[in-house]
């Protein structure tokens, strides 16, 4: 199957289940590549997460051998002729951006588990987790630079604040394999696993956020985003503003009422 991908079967799957929704890359004979109709699925996807309140977390993989390998080389655009030139900025700024624009401002956290290659914008796209977790066969791969082309999907600004200026640079630059247990020694993801445990742990932490404060979550998620592009002064502004959000939900009363009476919180999510 090519970037035109059947009419009769999705090629994201989604389901929730206590609260928990899940999210799976489903191009798995092409190694979940992202062609246009799968970034159209996810993002409708996530319009419907970020629309259900029972709704508090969000779990993303993908299916078979491989997170996902970037874009879809084996089409030109969205009319899937792979003989037509195409503006490939043009092609960021309608399928690229708003993916990562949807996962970014997503009102539930979000865990990820890497469950092969990430390589090129499925790299960013594994790196919108609020967790990551990856297998230890995994990795990652900015391999833009192999097809003369510059990283995307929000590599430039997210590499370089994960790892640093110069690990950044290298990862992007020499197009190299990260194995996974190196991304989680410099930071770039949360931590490496046994294959055979990825989905158990990934599972684990997912449903720790799903039964915890929702809104306190999605308010760390906006403070840490805004802050990165701010100084100390505009960090303490946004801090008091979720604060103050925070401070009027019914998981901080019970929060403090289960403190009082010690014991365990029981977050609604609201």
């Not at 066969?137 to 430039?156: E, H, K, M, N």
Request: proline share 6%.
């Amino acid at each position: 199957m090519s970037g035109n991908d059947s009419k009769q079967e999705p090629v994201a799957l989604f389901g929730v289940e206590d609260g928990l929704a899940r999210l799976t890359l489903h191009r798995p004979e092409a190694l979940n590549s992202l062609s246009f109709r799968l970034i159209e699925e996810i993002i409708a996807i996530l319009d419907r997460v970020d629309a259900d309140p029972d709704i508090r977390a969000l779990l993303v993989t993908g299916s078979g051998r491989a997170f996902c390998a970037g874009a879809d080389l084996t089409v030109a655009g969205p009319s899937g002729d792979p003989s037509r030139p195409r503006d490939v900025g043009q092609v960021v700024e309608d399928y690229y951006n708003p993916l990562i624009t949807r996962l970014a401002t997503l009102r539930p956290p979000i865990v990820v588990a890497v469950n092969g290659a990430a390589v090129g914008a499925g790299v960013s796209l594994a790196l919108q987790g609020d967790i990551v977790v990856a297998a230890r066969s995994a990795y990652f791969l900015q391999a833009f630079t192999r097809v003369g082309l510059i990283p995307d999907a929000g590599a430039t600004w997210l590499l370089p604040r994960l790892v640093g200026i110069a690990r950044a640079k290298a990862m992007m630059l020499l197009a190299d394999r990260i194995p996974a247990e190196e991304a989680a020694a410099i930071g770039l993801i949360h931590s490496a696993v046994d294959d055979d445990a990825l989905a158990a742990r990934a599972e684990e932490i997912a449903r720790r956020l799903a039964d915890g404060p929702t809104v306190a979550f999605g308010l760390v998620r906006r403070a840490v985003r805004e802050g990165l592009g701010g100084d100390l002064a505009a960090s303490l502004r946004i801090e008091r503003e979720a604060q103050r959000e925070a401070g009027f939900t019914a998981d901080y009363a019970e929060g403090v009422q289960a403190f009082r009476e010690k014991r365990p919180p029981r977050f609604t999510g609201r």
